[in-house]
């Protein structure tokens, strides 16, 4: 069963910077794609960064010069750095990844920024 586990969110005041990671249980080299998505209470999941198996990335407009999303490969493990955080950032923030025939969810992580 491929799990993916987020970890590093939590209360921050605005201004302030978060990073999260999410933790694959298989080598995440094996995934087409993976992505941060972010989903405020009452709220649609949107995409929040995503990077592809060639390194390529993609930002959401509303964190673009904010956040950078990366991975380390040999520890299995995709990262979010959030900074300059806003208030209007907090939400649960889900991992993803795409093997092609399913996409992976986990069980996110909650950020909240105070102002």
């Known amino acids: 069963q491929v799990q993916l586990v987020e970890s590093g969110g939590g209360l921050v005041q605005a201004g302030g910077s978060l990073r999260l990671s999410c933790v694959a249980s298989?080598?995440?080299?094996?995934?087409?794609?993976m992505a941060w998505y972010s989903q405020a209470p009452d709220k649609q999941r949107n995409m929040v960064a995503k990077?592809?198996?060639?390194?390529?990335?993609t930002y959401g407009s509303s964190v673009k010069g904010r956040f950078t999303i990366s991975r380390d490969n040999a520890r299995n493990t995709l990262y979010l750095q959030m900074n300059s955080l806003k208030p209007d950032d907090t939400a649960v923030y889900y991992c993803?990844?795409?093997?092609?025939?399913?996409?992976?969810w986990g069980q996110g992580t909650q950020v909240t920024v105070s102002s």
């Open positions: 993803a990844a795409g093997l092609g025939s399913a996409d992976i």
């Open positions: 298989m080598s995440i080299v094996s995934f087409k794609a």
């Open positions: 990077i592809t198996a060639g390194g390529a990335t």
